[in-house]
């Protein structure tokens, strides 16, 4: 049985007959973050995550390296995740974990260790999508949209438009037809020689600089889909040539020492203006989404939504539309079990539990 609350939000009879708390051990380990998190009632009491410096030198992740990492970091996570909401293991009612989509190495320390855990402790799995979660980081904080709502979710690997009737009816009405967004904040940061993380320090040094300075294409993508393999070999000729021109010809190609000496003369520039065009790009669609499905609860989420030009753009064109706009804490913008375990919280409720059968998968599609 199904009821809307006074406050728009669904609330979901158990089926299950449950009167008690419910607690929920929530693993991630889609890529080189390994984290785990309680929430109890639809609460987060602890959200830990282990980073992996071991990429840095590589200039990016190692999925071996990466799945190692997670062999060693996944006991201790798992531990002060459950120290620090002062939680017991016999207290947990399911087990849920990242199925889908990642690295496949990462994944499988990840979905092992769950189905490990809930078969020992006789409970519950729940397996989650990695970028349903994404959606529903922002239903973790109290002030949260109502539905339906249209969530903008951006990462390094996946730019979509998300329309959310529910926490757990959701549909993508538009994504990228090639790269994502976050792939051209990173593609960027290595052309200028930025260190890995780049996505990051891009937008570190946007903050200092002028955004309209240079001039980048927006592409003219149909309908609520994104493309930025146009824009990545725009910033491409444009370094090569050392800013004389940013159109797709290789006719003139700076000299090495040119080009370094443009990027250090010009970097807060440059950075600001590629991160203006990449916002622009994401905010248009998102204006055309909310026009056309005629929707005013707003929502970002993904790694890249922890990016202050498009937190700052989102607050901005919302007091312009007249929408409410919800942007997640920094801590659940990138890779973290919270929002696992908010998502498991809404499965349970509808009792949408998987069997030790399931595996994980590196690409699985979701709606």
């Known amino acids: ?29 889609s890529c080189d973050d390994t984290s785990a998190a309680i929430c109890k009632n639809g609460k987060i009491l602890s959200n830990i995550t282990a980073n992996q410096a071991v990429h840095e030198k590589y200039g990016g992740v190692v999925p071996e390296l990466a799945s190692r990492a997670h062999l060693q970091n ?6 002060e995740a ?16 990242t199925q ?10 990840g979905t092992q260790f769950a189905k490990s855990l809930a078969l020992s402790l006789d409970k519950p799995l729940i397996a989650v ?60 940061a290595k052309l200028l020689g930025l260190p890995y993380p780049g996505g990051p320090l891009v937008d570190k040094y946007a903050r200092e600089g002028n955004p309209n300075r240079f001039q980048f294409p927006e592409p003219k993508i149909p309908e609520l889909n994104f493309s930025f393999s146009g824009l ?16 797709f010809k290789e006719e003139f190609t700076a000299s090495e020492e040119n080009r370094k000496q443009f990027i250090e ?13 990449i916002v622009s790009i994401l905010i248009n669609k998102l204006k055309k989404a909310a026009k056309e499905y005629s929707i005013d609860q707003i929502c970002i989420a993904g790694g890249v939504s ?25 801590e659940y913008c990138t890779d973290n079990a919270a929002m696992i375990a908010i998502t498991a919280h809404f499965k349970y409720l509808k009792n949408d539990f998987s069997d030790l059968s399931i595996s994980p998968s590196p690409r699985a599609v979701w709606e």
């Open 1 to 29: 049985m199904e009821r809307q609350s006074n406050n728009g939000h669904e609330e979901i009879c158990r089926k299950d007959g449950h009167s008690g708390d419910l607690t929920i051990l929530a693993i991630e380990s």
């Open 74 to 79: 996944i006991v201790p996570v798992v531990s």
């Open 82 to 97: 459950l120290r620090f909401a002062d939680c017991k293991l016999t207290s947990i009612d399911a087990i849920a974990f």
């Open 100 to 109: 889908a989509p990642g690295l496949i190495g990462s994944l499988l320390v």
């Open 129 to 188: 999508h990695h970028m349903q979660a994404h959606v529903l980081a922002n239903l973790i904080a109290d002030d949260k949209p109502s539905f339906p709502f249209l969530c903008l979710t951006v990462s390094g690997g996946h730019t979509q438009i998300v329309l959310c009737k529910s926490a757990t009816q959701m549909k993508v009405i538009g994504e990228t037809i090639d790269d994502a967004a976050g792939e051209a904040f990173d593609k960027t």
């Open 232 to 247: 990545k070999t725009s910033i491409l000729y444009f370094l090569k040539n050392a800013g004389t021109s940013n159109v």
């Open 265 to 277: 003369e010009n970097l807060a520039d440059i950075c600001a203006s590629v991160q203006h065009r």
């Open 306 to 330: 922890a990016n202050s030009g498009l937190r700052e753009a989102l607050k901005e064109t919302g007091a312009k539309m007249g929408w409410q706009t919800f942007i997640p804490a920094f």
